[in-house]
């Protein structure tokens, strides 16, 4: 059974850096895409960007400027680096494996969520 | 603002069918496929349905999904006190080329 579980700083401070990191279990992350995706609380998903099976990156347009994500196989962890942290960027921050698997299109595991503050 | 566009809430009590509409464009549902989760209060999503209809093993049958041109739909048959969840919708934007959410939709049992 796969198992990712979300670690890092619980708050960063305005204008800094946020880093995540993701440590899957139970299986390699090399041949798959892995994925941030964050949550505001009390509202709704937002997908920050995936780093695919080879190593390349897609980001979420709305974030791309600000945003890195980064994989250690040695580890088989996958990090998420979110540069100019402002308040609108507190929000739950989950990892999930995916979206693509071939041609099908899903987010099959995730980790339980991170909450992140971006103080004033 | 979402991309897909659920209602906010949907309700029913117990037994009841409720269905949950996504609608999107072109760019999203209309040329990829539909995916929907279920996110239980105070927990991380969980995968019900994807390539617009197929459930994950151990999804009960009494949550099944479709798609139509543009838009998804999310069925809950025999609604069950654990049904009680916020479910999004989601699906591939060639416009955005990112993988886009929609706005959630808020179950309550009656």
């Known amino acids: 059974q796969v198992q990712l579980q979300e670690s890092g700083p619980g708050l960063v401070k305005s204008s800094e850096t946020l880093s995540l990191t993701c440590t899957v279990s139970?299986?390699?992350?090399?041949?798959?895409?892995w994925s941030w995706i964050r949550q505001p609380p009390g509202k709704g998903l937002e997908w920050i960007g995936y780093?695919?099976?080879?190593?390349?990156?897609n980001y979420s347009p709305s974030l791309n400027s600000r945003v890195t994500i980064s994989e250690d196989t040695s580890k088989n962890q996958f990090s998420l680096k979110l540069t100019s942290v402002t308040a609108a960027d507190t929000a739950v921050y989950y990892c999930?494996?995916?979206?693509?698997?071939?041609?099908?299109?899903?987010?099959?595991?995730w980790g339980q969520g991170m909450l992140v503050t971006g103080s004033a | 603002q979402s991309v897909l566009t659920q209602p906010p809430s949907a309700s029913g009590t117990p037994g009841q069918r409720v269905t949950i509409s996504c609608s999107g464009s072109?760019?999203?549902?209309?040329?990829?496929?539909v995916n929907w989760y279920q996110q239980l209060p105070g927990t991380a999503p969980k995968l019900l349905s994807y390539t617009n209809n197929q459930r994950p093993s151990g999804v009960p049958d009494r949550f099944s999904a479709s798609k139509s041109g543009t838009s998804g739909s999310l069925a809950i048959s025999g609604l069950q006190s654990e049904d009680e969840a916020d479910y999004y919708c989601?699906?591939?934007?060639?416009?955005?080329?990112?993988?886009?959410f929609g706005s959630g939709t808020k179950v309550t049992v009656l």
């Open positions: 989601a699906a591939w934007d060639d416009s955005l080329n990112g993988y886009v």
């Open positions: 999930a494996r995916g979206p693509w698997f071939g041609d099908l299109l899903k987010f099959d595991y």
């Open positions: 072109t760019s999203n549902i209309g040329s990829n496929t």
């Open positions: 780093i695919s099976d080879i190593g390349r990156t």
């Open positions: 139970g299986g390699s992350i090399s041949n798959y895409y």
